[in-house]
């Protein structure tokens, strides 16, 4: 499932499209041969220009895409082993332009993880964070901390063009109490490990909730004995 896009006309949003389409394509023909796979929805959400489709369509189909063309909404699916579980992940590919701010709503409210990437070169995109980060906490009507979140820095291959130290970058995570990585699309650095982190914080907030469904069955069962 592709949605429309702004450029639907130029070679690189075509074989994007291609690419979310038969990636979906396989994906669903695998997922329903599985007997059970844990499921997750991602959404990668930003500032327009910082990566977001380049981090995506590396960490699915381990190309990159070397030129900006903007989003508004694209879906992947990927499988993948994180851990001793077989997931299957959908990630949707956000619009980062301030003319689609009102599209933001619905897909944050049918995530359950997000993924907030900036560019280290571009300190813009590091202060839009708060009005994402924000955004995200009230659709989810929650507090802060309580949404699973992760805040990657891309582009840390330009090293000589850095605007954001990681100290900082490290510090707003902190505060805001989201993992923090760096990665580079163009260099294929920490693309799997910044969504295995992500899916692993997941993963970390649903075990208690799991365990104490297990607790109650086994008090139940021992009530009818």
């Known amino acids: 499932m592709n949605t429309i896009t702004r450029r639907a006309t130029t070679t690189d949003k075509r074989t994007r499209q291609q690419m979310s389409r038969n990636n979906n394509n396989n994906s669903k023909s695998n997922h329903n041969s599985e007997t059970k ?3 997750y929805k991602i959404a990668v959400v930003g500032g327009g220009g910082v990566g977001k489709s380049a981090i995506t369509v590396q960490f699915v189909q381990n190309i990159f895409i070397p030129d900006y063309d903007p989003t508004i909404e694209d879906s992947y699916r990927k499988h993948c082993r994180i851990g001793d579980q077989t997931c299957f992940l959908e990630i949707l590919d956000t619009a980062g332009q301030e003319e689609y701010k009102a599209l933001r709503d619905a897909y944050m409210r049918s995530a359950e993880c997000f993924m907030l990437v900036f560019s280290v070169i571009d300190r813009r995109t590091f202060h839009e964070l708060e009005e994402f980060h924000d955004q995200i906490l009230r659709v989810k009507d929650a507090d802060e901390g ?4 992760i805040l990657v820095g891309n582009k840390c291959d330009l090293e000589s063009e850095r605007s954001v130290s990681t100290e900082e970058a490290k510090q707003y995570a902190r505060e805001k109490k989201m993992l923090y990585m760096e990665c ?7 693309i799997d490990e910044s969504f295995h982190a992500l899916i692993r914080e997941v993963q970390s907030r649903q075990k208690p909730q799991l365990e104490q469904q ?7 069962i021992c009530n009818i004995m």
């Open 184 to 190: 580079s699309a163009r260099k294929r650095h920490n």
């Open 37 to 39: 796979l844990e499921e």
């Open 146 to 149: 309580h949404v699973p979140m």
């Open 214 to 220: 297990s607790r109650r069955k086994r008090r139940a």
